[in-house]
């Protein structure tokens, strides 16, 4: 990891990282901070749709993904994004299906899931939805492979 980065995360938290991610979190700014893993760019490998997966994510789930920067290294770039923190645990694939369901969504694949207007969900699996103390459920890691805009 380049000594820039690690300055920067003085004071971070690394979290449990997955395949696309280095996660990490600040408690002072309430936020987690993901670092996409060059060369890639999350589960798309490419910055355009990685980018237009986390603008579709934070119209449906309303989810506050921001940018917070571009970061250089030996293997490529990285994108530094962050988004609010949920303190919680891991749902049950039974609770996730039945959030899914009082939205009226079909399961069509395994952790995959179409909303009535066809925007199709994928990835919705424990490790990528948090419940919070309320039992309410937050889509932190989703993917939109098809998104359907209603005018």
């Not at 380049?2 to 979190?25: C, D, I, M, T, W």
């Not at 290294?73 to 694939?93: E, H, K, N, T, Y």
Request: glycine share 6%; with cysteine.
């Amino acid at each position: 990891m380049p000594r820039e980065l690690l300055n920067a995360l003085q004071g971070f938290k690394e979290l449990e990282s997955g395949l696309e991610h280095r996660v990490f979190y600040h408690q002072r700014a309430g936020r987690v901070y993901k670092i996409t893993k060059a060369p890639h760019f999350g589960h798309t490998w490419y910055l355009k749709d990685y980018v237009q997966n986390v603008i579709w994510c934070n119209q449906l789930f309303r989810d506050d993904m921001r940018l917070e920067g571009v970061m250089s290294g030996p293997d490529g770039a990285s994108l530094v994004m962050s988004q609010r923190f949920i303190r919680g645990s891991s749902p049950s694939m039974e609770e996730i299906l039945a959030w899914f369901d009082m939205q009226n969504c079909v399961n069509t694949h395994t952790n995959k899931f179409q909303y009535p207007d066809g925007t199709i969900v994928a990835d919705a699996h424990e490790g990528n939805i948090i419940k919070d103390s309320s039992n309410a459920l937050f889509p932190i890691d989703l993917h939109i492979e098809k998104w359907v805009v209603m005018w």
